[in-house]
């Protein structure tokens, strides 16, 4: 395509037709020998292996020791299986660092078996261990090797188009890693997948070839194989039309230059973009926002926006950048979309949700009506009592004698339908009528009848989550009898805010950071260094009256120690005998509190957290299902970190340590640090003094771990082992508590829901449970 298609499009009909940048890949499946009758092993519990030697087409019949394979009769009838001999795979990295594999035949007398066969598969492994040793010699590493048994079959009674009945199910998990891009057809046996790029193809193929389920006709890295390649037509334009089309769309868009990309480097000239093809890793220098009006075909215009402290902080980088030396490297520039085109494909695993739904997790709404209602509003459940949310009922005076906020009758009504009906309420207000104080009053409502109720708290920005929270937890103005119990909802916002004393890339105020996990953990443990939060890249346009504080913000302004205040607040002495220790209590939670004290309230405001707010986009990223998955295990961590399990997991380290240290394998440290996410020498450094977010680290790889082992049939020693540090009676509570990744709420409540397109809701309204309340507000409603 490359070499003759798009040459062939651009040259002669470039303003005819185009092609599209997906190209779709399907492969037709067939079944193999090694792997139906490995499947069957498993099934039955046997440690055996088969193979397929490439030389002699025979299979070889792996085992763990040298003891004679015992075929069972159902196998050697259906396959008419035959010994033909003994023989031997050597694989070793040569002293060149390349992978080298060769095999060794063996001599056995025909129809040898029992001790006269072992004894000569005894004598080829003395045979092989020397050559080993020469390779050794020789400077090879990672020597090994086994001894099996050949055997010929008959090919005639195999059917490569013939799978076992946990063929399919196998096979759909095994897809989980990539399940938005490979899909497996089930009725013509083919598995598809659409890619842009030859790195793209590469890796689903070479996925693909690692699961060692089946084979196909031809690979699709085949220079054979065929594709699937579509072309629309499209409408005449001069490349005038068509270079002011582009700067339409790109209106106010974020503009950057690869200060790698030298001039002399070839450009690759499409009708999308001009991208430069580079060896180097990107050096991205942020060039300003496109002022389209101001901009031609001869020059383009940008802007500097300098509004916020932090875009002030940019501006003058900008400024320093193009006042030195670097400016002179500037030879193009592009639009920065990569923000877009990860909330894009959120958007679409959204959609998918409902028209795909699957059984992975959260591969479908938790309310299976979803699709209905949010299309057509008339298909949500109606309130199954409507006299509940008639004025003088017992469930209006219930509400009203609960009030946190002062409300008008209009806005008590829409509390009242809110928390009393089935599957959707939409509350419609023009601006000033108080929509965020009803927000802020159905969450208390639902709290204080439940304080395990979760509710996911979303709007189209930052700004409107933060609203609704300060409303609700100021309290100034609210119901004096109940303030002291305000200390029953515990937000928590999933947000990156960098590192301490750095400018945010997020548009969130320090009311909402407060809210954010990373301010929490930066506030227990000035070590901790938040991973990467995929929100970063989304942009969200900011609100008119958005101001930032221009302080660096004190990490002690944090939602646990906001908590902790609370409860010091509501401290009573009845008793003159305790009236010093109770000011000394009061004033460490407040002020000083020591880091034992900060981390059991850390943990229990976690372990109770009952409000997650969220932006629309940010509640479909994976970081949202990530840091969820946190929550829903905060007891077990709790366990882990007080029973000091954490130092069985360092024991482990230590171990895998010292034994790639004895095997010259570096690449093990390398994965060590990859999955804690952490430098080489901050791991020897923490291994031995470890601090509080370290071991929290320690304990969601080990959960990650135990994930890959519960999968293992038949379970291996080491899930046992794994359980019990990790606090789980059986595999079966450990099964259903990490199932917990299905993300659920009680409630989803959506501020602003007229700003936002179907998908766009869609993205946190699939986590809303059965018969549970999606409650929706705007000032003009798309229903």
């Given at each position: ?708 082992l519960i999968a293992v049939r038949p379970a291996p020693r080491s899930l046992s082992k794994m359980l019990v540090r990790l606090s789980f009676e059986n595999a079966g509570e450990a099964a259903t508590v990490l199932n917990l990744s299905n993300i659920n709420f009680d409630t989803v409540i959506m501020d602003e829901a007229s700003k936002a397109t179907p998908p766009e809701m869609l993205l946190p309204l699939c986590f809303g449970k059965d018969l549970s309340l999606s409650v929706i507000t705007g000032s003009c409603l798309r229903c």
């Amino acid at each position: 395509m490359e070499k003759v298609l798009d040459p062939l499009i651009k040259s002669q009909f470039a303003q005819t037709f185009e092609r599209e940048h997906q190209i779709s890949a399907i492969l037709k499946l067939k079944n193999r020998i090694d792997f139906e009758i490995n499947s069957y092993f498993k099934s039955i519990g046997w440690n055996l292996k088969a193979a397929v030697d490439n030389e002699s087409n025979f299979l070889i019949f792996f085992s763990s020791n040298s003891k004679e394979i015992r075929m069972p009769k159902e196998l050697k009838d259906r396959f008419s299986l035959e010994r033909k001999g003994i023989i031997a795979t050597i694989r070793r990295r040569d002293a060149n660092g390349q992978f080298e594999s060769e095999t060794v035949n063996g001599k056995i007398r025909e129809g040898a078996y029992g001790r006269i066969l072992e004894n000569e598969k005894e004598k080829l492994a003395k045979e092989v261990t020397a050559k080993c040793e020469l390779y050794k010699s020789e400077g090879s590493t990672k020597i090994n090797f086994e001894i099996g048994e050949l055997y010929g079959y008959d090919i005639s009674k195999f059917d490569t188009n013939s799978f076992n009945d946990d063929f399919e199910l196998n096979l759909k998990r095994a897809l989980i890693p990539f399940k938005n891009v490979i899909e497996f057809n089930p009725v013509t046996r083919s598995i598809s997948f659409d890619f842009e790029t030859k790195e793209e193809l590469e890796t689903y193929s070479k996925f693909l070839k690692s699961l060692n389920m089946f084979q196909t006709i031809i690979a699709p890295t085949h220079p054979a194989f065929k594709f699937k390649v579509k072309t629309n037509f499209i409408a005449k334009k001069t490349q005038k039309q068509l270079f002011y089309d582009k700067l339409s769309k790109l209106k106010g868009a974020e503009f950057v230059s690869d200060l790698n990309m030298k001039s002399g480097s070839t450009v690759e000239d499409t009708e999308e973009l001009t991208t430069p093809k580079r060896a180097k890793r990107p050096e991205l220098q942020f060039i300003g926002n496109l002022n389209s009006r101001s901009s031609n075909q001869k020059k383009l215009t940008f802007y500097i926006p300098s509004f916020f402290p932090n875009q002030k902080e940019i501006a003058e980088a900008v400024k320093e950048f193009i006042e030195s030396a670097k400016a002179n490297k500037v030879n193009f520039v592009q639009a920065n979309l990569k923000g877009d085109e990860k909330k894009n494909s959120w958007l679409v695993e959204a959609v998918k949700k409902i028209t795909h739904p699957s059984e992975a997790p959260n591969g479908k709404p938790v309310n299976e009506s979803l699709g209905d209602f949010l299309i057509d509003t008339s298909k949500a459940k109606s309130i199954n009592d409507e006299s509940k949310i008639t004025e003088g009922s017992e469930y209006y005076h219930q509400v009203k004698n609960n009030e946190l906020l002062k409300l008008n009758e209009s806005q008590r009504k829409a509390v009242l339908a809110s928390i009393h009906c089935s599957d959707l309420a939409l509350l419609q207000g023009p601006p000033g009528t108080g929509k965020t104080t009803v927000i802020a009053e159905i969450i208390w409502q639902m709290i204080s009848r439940d304080p395990k109720h979760k509710i996911l708290l979303t709007s189209e920005n930052n700004l409107a989550v933060d609203n609704a929270l300060d409303r609700l937890l100021n309290i100034k103005g609210v119901n004096q009898t109940l303030a002291n119990y305000i200390t029953l909802i515990k937000p928590l916002r999933f947000v990156s805010l960098g590192k301490p004393g750095e400018s945010s890339k997020k548009k969130i105020d320090e009311e909402g950071a407060k809210y954010s996990v990373d301010r929490i953990m930066q506030w227990l443990d000035e070590t901790y260094i938040a991973e990467e939060i995929d929100e970063d890249v989304v942009t969200e346009e900011s609100d008119d009256d958005f101001e930032e504080d221009l302080d660096v913000p004190s990490l002690e302004n944090n939602a646990v120690q906001d908590w902790m205040k609370r409860i010091a607040g509501r401290a009573k002495n009845n008793n003159p005998r305790y009236a010093n220790a109770l000011k000394d209590w009061v004033t460490e939670l407040t002020y000083h509190p020591k880091p034992e004290i900060k981390i059991l309230f850390k943990e229990k405001y976690f372990e109770y957290s009952n409000i997650i707010g969220s932006t629309c986009s940010s509640s479909g990223s994976p970081t949202f299902k990530r840091e969820y998955s946190k929550l829903q295990l905060q007891k077990y961590f709790i366990n882990y970190y007080k029973g000091e399990k954490y130092k069985e997991s360092i024991s482990d380290i230590n171990y895998q340590l010292s034994k790639g240290a004895l095997e010259d394998d570096f690449s093990i440290i390398d994965k060590i640090c990859n999955r804690l996410r952490i430098k080489e020498d901050e791991l020897r450094k923490l291994i031995t003094d470890p601090t509080y977010s370290f071991i929290q680290s320690l304990f969601f790889n080990d959960i990650n771990r135990l994930s890959s082992l519960i999968a293992v049939r038949p379970a291996p020693r080491s899930l046992s082992k794994m359980l019990v540090r990790l606090s789980f009676e059986n595999a079966g509570e450990a099964a259903t508590v990490l199932n917990l990744s299905n993300i659920n709420f009680d409630t989803v409540i959506m501020d602003e829901a007229s700003k936002a397109t179907p998908p766009e809701m869609l993205l946190p309204l699939c986590f809303g449970k059965d018969l549970s309340l999606s409650v929706i507000t705007g000032s003009c409603l798309r229903c």
